[in-house]
């Protein structure tokens, strides 16, 4: 299958996905985020593929998340819940692959982005792999954030995150274990590749397991901040504060250009 947003490679036992967006640093609208959900469940599909590899085109950014463009042209509550809707399906196929997932982060991973990298099993980054979830500074509350953030740092660092919107660097990130492997920025696939390998040498079936086990553990808590996101993203997006502000993120990067 073909694909416009992103890239898909076979090597060996390994899936490879890169995000390829990189003139806007793969923030992923709509489009793309649906390519990559087809993309997920076709190599989870695949009886060759053992474990894949998530990752963005260039050294910037394995994603910026969420491309403003796009929600910036909300008109309604009704928008941002539907908003909702398509990030319960990519975050529900990643949930429930098979195969393990491994994030390369080759750059920052903002937003979304740090939430699906979080989502991946296993993540290997180098001293630019800075990560953060910055939402509150285009106005849109952090959601699903506090979910996938919270079952890994707890409460007290989630909160944080969300409420100042900073973003860390990918020492703090190790060493809080949001990265589990650091190494040089030119390592970051090989790395990728050698922990992918590993994965897929073990029991298919017992890998299998594993991953629905662990999907079964946080499925109350999932569903939990699927229906808050609709309610609260709704509130957000009918109150017109998340398009000001984008608008005036937009309005400060077009003077910088000038």
Not at 6 to 28: F, H, Q, S, T, Y
Not at 39 to 44: E, K, M, Y
Not at 113 to 128: E, P
Request: aromatic share 6%; charged share 25%; proline share 3%.
């Amino acid at each position: 299958m073909s694909y416009e947003f992103i890239k898909e490679d076979i090597k060996g036992r390994v899936g490879i996905i890169m995000l390829n967006r990189p003139e806007k640093m793969n923030a992923w609208h709509t489009p793309m985020v649906q390519e990559l959900g087809a993309s997920l469940a076709a190599l989870d599909a695949n009886d060759a593929v053992r474990a894949i590899i998530l990752t963005g085109a260039g050294d910037r950014s394995f994603s910026a998340g969420q491309d403003l463009a796009e929600t910036q042209k909300f008109m309604s509550g009704a928008q941002g819940n539907e908003w909702i809707e398509g990030w319960k399906k990519i975050y529900s196929t990643i949930r429930n692959l098979t195969k393990p997932l491994i994030a390369a982060l080759n750059g920052v991973a903002a937003g979304s982005a740090f939430q699906i990298a979080l989502l991946c099993d296993i993540r290997v980054g180098h001293d630019g792999s800075r990560m953060g979830q910055p939402e509150i500074n285009s106005g849109i509350p952090s959601v699903m954030g506090p979910w996938v953030i919270g079952d890994r740092v707890g409460i007290g660092k989630t909160s944080e995150l969300c409420l100042t919107g900073r973003i860390m660097e990918a020492e703090e990130a190790h060493r809080i274990g949001l990265i589990h492997y650091l190494v040089a920025q030119s390592d970051v696939m090989s790395k990728a590749m050698e922990v992918a390998e590993l994965l897929a040498a073990k029991p298919p079936v017992a890998m299998r397991l594993n991953k629905k086990r662990f999907a079964e553990v946080t499925q109350a808590s999932f569903d939990d901040a699927v229906a808050a996101g609709r309610k609260y993203q709704s509130q957000a997006f009918a109150s017109g504060e998340p398009q000001a502000y984008m608008a005036k993120f937009f309005e400060e990067r077009a003077k910088r250009g000038a």
